[in-house]
């Protein structure tokens, strides 16, 4: 599984400050501020996605997608818990997908299967899967919220509504 520790922290940190988001990584063993599975996942503070070395990219990428397909009023207050409905959590999966191919040495194929090994859990049995035949509804969702173009490349822009 890629950890924050595989890949540049440049590169991590510039793909979150395309979006005004900031990355904020804390020494090895120390506590990850605002982590909702607990420890090594990543944390979510207002706009800040907290990591450590240990942390799976999985995780980062879907905390930040979670900061960028929330609404304002939400991002300003958030700590640990994102909220929002299940279509927006579909979107979240989708869209840290697709951020993926945003990071040199990741790409989506490699997340895919990190989150599965993880146990995300998609009816058809794999996030490939899901990803290809079954997202249209989050892929629908991030359009709408132009967070995606037409060609699923991000847009860099935070959900606003």
């Known amino acids: 599984m890629f950890t924050v520790d595989d890949i540049q922290t440049?590169?991590?940190?510039?793909?979150?400050?395309?979006?005004?988001?900031r990355l904020q990584v804390v020494p090895a063993g120390a506590a990850i501020e605002g982590s909702f599975w607990g420890e090594p996942e990543a944390g979510i503070v207002g706009r800040c996605v907290n990591v450590r070395g240990d942390t799976p990219v999985h995780?980062?990428?879907?905390?930040?997608?979670?900061?960028?397909?929330?609404?304002?009023?939400?991002?300003?207050?958030?700590?640990?818990?994102a909220g929002g409905d299940d279509l927006e959590e579909a979107a979240v999966c989708y869209l840290q997908v697709v951020l993926a191919d945003e990071l040199p040495g990741v790409g989506a194929q490699r997340?895919?299967?990190?989150?599965?090994?993880?146990?995300?859990?998609?009816?058809?049995?794999?996030?490939?899967?899901?990803?290809?035949?079954?997202?249209?509804?989050?892929?629908?969702?991030?359009?709408?919220?132009?967070?995606?173009?037409?060609?699923?490349?991000?847009?860099?822009?935070?959900?606003?509504?």
């Open 111 to 161: 997340l895919m299967q990190d989150m599965d090994a993880w146990g995300y859990s998609f009816r058809l049995g794999s996030t490939a899967r899901w990803f290809a035949e079954d997202a249209g509804d989050a892929r629908g969702w991030l359009l709408d919220q132009q967070l995606l173009k037409a060609d699923d490349k991000p847009t860099f822009r935070l959900r606003r509504v």
């Open 59 to 81: 995780s980062l990428l879907h905390e930040t997608a979670h900061l960028i397909c929330m609404d304002d009023r939400r991002r300003s207050v958030v700590h640990r818990d």
């Open 10 to 21: 440049e590169y991590l940190a510039g793909l979150l400050e395309r979006y005004g988001l």
